[in-house]
């Protein structure tokens, strides 16, 4: 059976079913910001997403637990527009026009290092307003204040390559939260970092999402996914379900 993280699959599922996970709380009174029904996306010969159906509704905290390859990262693809389906739908009742997602309804956080590499950390921050048609002095007061929040104001003049893992997390945390998104969607933010690292970015971006900001977590790290309020579960490109 496939390795994950350190134990095969079966060992995997008998130390999740072992240990507490957290209690879901989502209302299903509200419209959804996404839905997807039977979502099917295939590269050629090989079936990336195999039908698989769910909703992500405001201040929804969800974390997309699964292995290497198990199609995550391509399901956020989907979920943020990125990409289209091979088969079935995506569609995003309460976000409106899919083209108008990104920068300012949707916004993504990237495992591997996505910070425009010729512009200071503060640069950075600020361009998704400077997208979205802010003046030039506004956005970079308003990423200033962003990087006093998560405590990075001493390396805003600091480009990306003079940063280390964990402050250029936080940077591109700080870029993805400048437009006040309604979904956030985050594709293994902390895999390439150490344990305590990990574990002050998520302390970082739980405090600083508004509470009815839903945020999808992609991970493999057992530790991550138990700070959200539900788990889904993902292998092979099967969604099997939600915890």
Do not use: C
Not at 42 to 65: E, H, Q
Not at 80 to 85: F, N, S, T, V, Y
Not at 141 to 159: D, H, N, P, R, V
């Amino acid at each position: 059976m496939s390795d994950f993280n350190g134990l095969n699959v079966a060992e995997h599922l008998a130390y999740e079913a072992a240990q507490p996970w957290p209690e879901a709380t989502r209302t299903h009174e509200q419209t959804p910001l996404v839905s997807f029904e039977n979502v099917r996306r295939d590269f050629g010969t090989v079936a990336a997403i195999k039908g698989a159906s769910a909703a992500i509704y405001p201040g929804d905290r969800i974390a997309l637990l699964g292995s290497s390859g198990s199609g995550k990262s391509t399901l956020l693809h989907l979920l943020g527009g990125l990409d289209q389906p091979s088969g079935g739908a995506v569609e995003w009742p309460a976000l409106g026009d899919p083209t108008q997602l990104r920068p300012g309804k949707v916004a993504f956080v990237f495992q591997a290092q996505s910070l425009m590499p010729p512009l200071t950390a503060l640069e950075n921050v600020a361009l998704p307003l400077l997208l979205l048609g802010a003046a030039p002095e506004e956005a970079q007061q308003q990423a200033a204040a962003a990087l006093e929040t998560l405590e990075l104001a001493s390396i805003a003049g600091q480009l990306p390559e003079e940063l280390s893992g964990g402050q250029a997390q936080r940077v591109a945390v700080a870029r993805a939260l400048m437009t006040r998104p309604q979904l956030i969607l985050a594709d293994e933010p902390t895999g390439q970092l150490d344990s305590a690292t990990a574990q002050h970015l998520m302390d970082v971006l739980l405090a600083a999402l508004g509470p009815d900001t839903a945020l999808v977590l992609a991970t493999h790290d057992l530790a991550v996914a138990r700070r959200m309020q539900s788990v889904w579960r993902m292998e092979n490109g099967v969604l099997e379900g939600n915890l």
